[in-house]
């Protein structure tokens, strides 16, 4: 692990806030292999020793980060009032808390990102990053060049257009198209209001990328912790 800002450390092992974590510092609160620490001085968290107020800070929580193929029929979330059933016992072999990164609704499947990680979660879902969501789309009915210029110039709803980043027809025969779309907002019920927009009934819906990181071959149900090469991207994704 390289060298982080005094600040940065102390946050990630929960202790302040980093503007919280600056007033300790001021404060003469915080020392580093026994001296007073100082703003803006960086520590290494695998060599150095850092205490506040006398005592030795807390290890740093361990950065799970995962992914789900999740069921159609399968809530994204941790706990329902109404006893449905949820993406909790699929997640439980990681072995660690981990929460969604968004939501897929209950009819739709695919890959779904887990993560203990705050920052990395808000990031993911913050428009501003312009995380691309590929899904694969299969509707009742024929996709013609009207209908899918349309679907390219976006469907209003409450109040926004919704535009996809990219939309190509994958595959058609009479009375059913698969599509692709890629849209990078994140929006509820994006891509199926996308679709009835133009009249077109969503038969399956499966994501099969989110980011830099891929569905692949992760059968349906199953979980499995991330490569470190995909952490990386992920993390580069959005800056961190």
């Not at 807390?58 to 994204?76: D, F, H, M, S, Y």
């Not at 439980?92 to 739709?108: E, F, I, K, Q, T």
């Not at 913050?126 to 209908?147: A, C, F, K, L």
Request: glycine share 10%; with cysteine; aromatic share 4%.
């Amino acid at each position: 692990m390289e060298e982080e800002r005094l600040q940065r450390a102390l946050s990630r092992r929960g202790i302040a806030s980093r503007r919280e974590a600056e007033r300790f510092i001021r404060a003469g609160r915080v020392r580093v292999n026994g001296r007073v620490a100082v703003i803006g001085q960086r520590v290494d968290p695998r060599r150095d020793r850092i205490e506040v107020d006398g005592q030795p800070a807390p290890p740093e929580e361990e950065k799970v980060c995962a992914l789900l193929n999740k069921p159609r029929g399968i809530l994204t979330t941790l706990s329902d009032p109404e006893g449905r059933d949820t993406v909790v016992p699929l997640i439980a072999p990681l072995g660690v808390r981990v929460v969604p990164v968004g939501r897929l609704d209950r009819a739709s499947e695919g890959l779904l990102l887990l993560s203990n990680d705050g920052q990395l979660v808000y990031r993911l879902m913050h428009p501003r990053y312009r995380i691309p969501r590929v899904y694969d789309v299969t509707v009742d009915g024929s996709v013609t060049g009207e209908r899918l210029a349309r679907l390219r110039a976006g469907v209003a709803w409450e109040g926004r257009l919704s535009v996809p980043d990219r939309l190509e027809i994958v595959r058609s025969e009479p009375g059913r198209t698969w599509l692709r779309v890629t849209v990078h907002e994140g929006r509820n019920h994006e891509v199926r209001r996308l679709m009835e927009g133009v009249g077109l009934e969503v038969l399956r819906l499966r994501r099969i990328r989110f980011g830099p990181v891929e569905l692949g071959d992760l059968p349906t149900g199953a979980v499995r912790r991330m490569r470190p090469a995909e952490i990386r991207s992920l993390y580069r994704s959005v800056g961190m």
